[in-house]
Nanobody, 122 residues
């Protein structure tokens, strides 16, 4: 099993920044791929960003490209999401995701965190 714990969410004004963190523990050696998803009220969960094991390759949803940056620290089993130029439409619960296959908008990992709330005010 893998446990994921997100932190760093909060309330921020439009144009501001937040940095989300996700700490992984347990059998992390078998789950190399990580990503972030989000779910806004009344909407389905959607892909935000994903990163490969080495951190050399990442992909983003069109809605966050140029504003969000995903990164990881394998030595510390940490995943990060730097969010800049935040917009009210970024308001959602953000979830850390980890799995045995490359994470894409259509492929989710097996393990999820509990989520962290991000609220962007106008």
């Amino acid at each position: 099993q893998v446990q994921l714990v997100e932190s760093g969410g909060g309330l921020v004004q439009a144009g501001g920044s937040l940095r989300l963190s996700c700490a992984a523990s347990g059998r992390t050696y078998s789950t190399l791929f990580m990503g972030w998803f989000r779910q806004a009220p009344g909407k389905e969960r959607e892909f935000v960003a994903a990163i490969n094991w080495s951190g050399s390759s990442s992909n983003y949803a069109d809605s966050v490209k140029g504003r969000f940056t995903i990164s990881r620290d394998n030595a510390e089993n940490m995943l990060y999401l730097q969010m800049n130029s935040l917009k009210p439409e970024d308001t959602a619960v953000y979830y850390c995701n980890r799995g045995t296959r490359r994470i894409t908008p259509n492929i989710q990992g097996e393990y999820w965190g509990q989520g962290t709330q991000v609220t962007v005010s106008r």
